[in-house]
């Protein structure tokens, strides 16, 4: 479900961040200067919305495998669940002892309706798994995305009441 991301109550979110993905970014040699906007080949805009970042124990020796946590909103409509609340997503990415992302994938929470699937898929040139929740994307497609103005931190304002709210 899509709804405009003016005034979408949003879950409260854990204030705790283990680090931005600026910064890990910025670490691996990742330019941050002036981003611009990434959009798609047929003008769609997706921004990814990050709340948090968990890096993984488990992965391979050698590698780092991070998992940032957040919402996506295409065209400015958040990708929402039938009551209204935004869907967990994110982005994946393992990184290897040189630094650079090795691979890289989209992730939802729960399957992506056909609409939602085909945004993803034109602009990240992936294709979702079987299941609809899962698309591998080329690592510098991840880097270039990541290192754009369509990634930005989540931030909500309190709106008394009705609980926090999506600042644009």
């Known amino acids: 479900m899509l709804a405009d991301t003016k005034g979408v109550a949003v879950p409260k979110q854990n204030a705790e961040h283990s680090l931005n993905a600026l910064s890990l970014l910025t670490s691996i040699g990742a330019s941050a200067s002036q ?6 080949p047929d003008g769609t805009r997706i921004v990814f919305y990050e709340k948090e970042n968990r890096t ?3 992965a391979a020796e050698g590698k780092t495998r991070v ?3 957040g919402c996506f909103t295409i065209d ?11 869907v967990d997503a994110g982005f ?4 290897d002892t040189a630094g650079g992302p090795n691979s890289a994938w989209v992730w939802f929470c729960r399957p992506v309706n056909e609409a939602v699937k085909s945004k993803f898929e034109k602009f990240f040139m992936g294709t979702f798994d079987d299941i609809g929740m ?3 994307i080329d690592p510098q497609t991840f880097l270039d995305f990541a290192d754009s103005a369509s990634w930005t931190a989540l931030e909500c304002k309190n709106d008394g009441d009705d609980g926090p709210t999506l600042v644009p």
């Open 76 to 86: 400015g409509f958040m990708i929402q669940n039938e009551q209204g609340i935004p």
């Open 134 to 136: 899962l698309m591998g």
């Open 35 to 40: 981003p611009s906007e990434s959009i798609g």
């Open 92 to 95: 994946g990415a393992e990184f």
């Open 67 to 69: 998992r940032f946590i």
């Open 56 to 58: 993984d124990s488990e």
